[in-house]
């Protein structure tokens, strides 16, 4: 049978009338979903996505970062750290993602030794006036690592120097990504040194007492305390996790560091509980790693 004119354009108009009512359906129900996207965000919501090729890299935290008695007893040696370090041997995160003749130009190192959560944010205000494409953290285990447990920094204080640090950096550079070490096992570098005489003679001289002290002792005091320091650390590094996960920009390495096994041939021959050239080469490797994988660790 014929369809008339009038009744073809009548069709017409109620075919596009639907689509239309589709079309507008859809963006309401796409501007109310709060479900997952494939890509791990929400539905609506184009976050910023993590550049695996950062192209320059300042570095904040504290001994490990600067390389503390890797090259000589008792002092710094910022050309072999793991962040911006130019040493060949290293192969230090900066020399990896930039290049070795790039690492001068475009990386800065602003750890201190000594430093604890408390002076993060004064370090993030020197590398935030670079506008780096990436901020590497390492911090933590002087907060650990006082002359006795109980002085140790609290867990609310160390969150609220790393929430603040984070603050800083975005307000003053927004665009920088952060890549955050988790804290080392500090009892597992106490195991590796404690049956050496040089080394306790070594540890006499201050460093970790909190973990440190009386290292041949077995007694339930010295366990306890030990014990003490290494479920604080743990502490610290969820506290690094859960605040860095508020943070789109913001990568934790998942307790990469905190679970290496570090033995005698990474750790500094002057007091076994500092990396040496190795163990800043294997932090290097870590951080490489989780800085250029497309998704974050789980």
Not at 82 to 96: I, K
Not at 192 to 213: E, F, H, N, T
Not at 217 to 225: D, I, K, N
Request: net charge positive; proline share 6%; glycine share 8%.
């Amino acid at each position: 049978m014929r369809t008339t004119a009038p009744r073809r354009r009548a069709r017409r108009t109620l075919v596009g009338a639907g689509a239309a009512l589709a079309v507008a359906a859809g963006a309401l129900t796409g501007c109310q979903s709060d479900g997952p996207a494939p890509d791990g965000g929400h539905r609506g919501q184009a976050g910023p996505r993590w550049n695996t090729a950062p192209r320059s890299i300042a570095a904040v935290g504290d001994s490990i970062t600067r390389g503390f008695d890797a090259c000589s007893v008792l002092a710094d040696c910022p050309e072999v750290s793991w962040a911006t370090g130019n040493d060949p041997a290293v192969q230090s995160l900066a020399a990896r993602l930039l290049g070795e003749s790039e690492v001068p130009l475009r990386s800065w190192n602003y750890a201190v030794t000594g430093s604890r959560m408390a002076d993060l944010a004064g370090q993030v205000a020197a590398a935030a006036a670079h506008k780096p494409d990436l901020v590497t953290v390492m911090v933590g285990s002087n907060d650990a690592c006082r002359p006795t447990a109980s002085s140790m920094t609290s867990v609310a204080q160390f969150r609220a120097g790393f929430e603040k640090a984070l603050a800083d950096l975005r307000a003053a550079s927004p665009a920088s990504q952060v890549y955050v070490s988790s804290v080392p096992d500090l009892q597992r570098l106490w195991e590796q040194g404690k049956d050496s005489p040089m080394v306790r003679q070594v540890w006499k001289l201050g460093i970790c007492q909190s973990m440190l002290a009386d290292p041949l002792s077995a007694a339930a005091g010295a366990t306890a305390r030990r014990e003490q320091v290494r479920a604080r650390v743990v502490e610290y590094n969820e506290v690094l996790r859960e605040v860095c996960a508020k943070d789109a920009l913001c990568r934790y390495d998942g307790g990469a560091v905190f679970q290496y096994p570090f033995g005698a041939g990474q750790l500094s021959r002057w007091d076994w509980f500092h990396p040496g050239k190795d163990g800043q080469a294997r932090l290097a490797e870590l951080a490489h790693r989780q800085v250029t994988a497309a998704q974050p660790p789980r």
